[in-house]
């Protein structure tokens, strides 16, 4: 393990991609369309979970039929879509993302976005080179981090130079901590996007309010 240096790896929404009010701009204008109530941020961040159905199940009281859970789904996706172009990085995400790159560490990109969408969106702000490996989500919509993160870090480990036990997840759900504990690799919360300080809390990992003391945070854990 002595060759292998601390590793980053970045969620997306929310945590690098600073989009938490398109998300809930395009939540309640799917909800409208069902004549649910809007949600303000601080409840959405209360309520939010993965995987996606059941933060629904949480709003309504009952858990959506599959059909249901389609077009909810596509209804969300298209209203974010006409929203999100308005969205750009999160406060000093690009200078920490070079800065890690200049200490000769490497870090790299785990998103549930739609892959084939997450890459021109990170090419488009210049910041894909700082990341080894890029993966977005290739399944269907609505499900956790955990299958997505083991198969991300396996391939990085097979790559050499990164192990889990010194790899840090950065993100802004509870369900970043799960996935990082599943892989067996550390993690620190972030409360710019889509969970509760007090939700994120629960997971037993470091919390933080800025992406630069995450990246502190990181670093003394496993630097």
Known sequence: MGNQSAHLV???????????????????????????????????????????????????????????????????????TARKTSCGLAEGAAGLLAQWSLAGRSQSLCSLYAHEELLPVVGGFGIDGHFIRVDGRTGPSGVGKSDQMARHVAALTASGGVCPERTVVIGDALDDALAARHVGARAVLYTGGSNSRASLATAGVPVVDTLSEAVETAYALVG
């Open 10 to 80: 970045w969620d997306w929404n929310g945590t690098l991609f600073d989009d938490i009010e398109a998300v809930l701009a395009a939540t309640n204008a799917s909800f409208a369309e069902f004549g649910m109530e809007p949600l303000t941020l601080e409840r959405y961040r209360e309520l939010y979970c993965v995987p996606v159905p059941v933060f629904y199940e949480r709003l309504a009281g009952r858990r959506p039929t599959e059909a249901e859970w389609l077009v909810m789904d596509e209804a969300f996706h298209r209203h974010y």
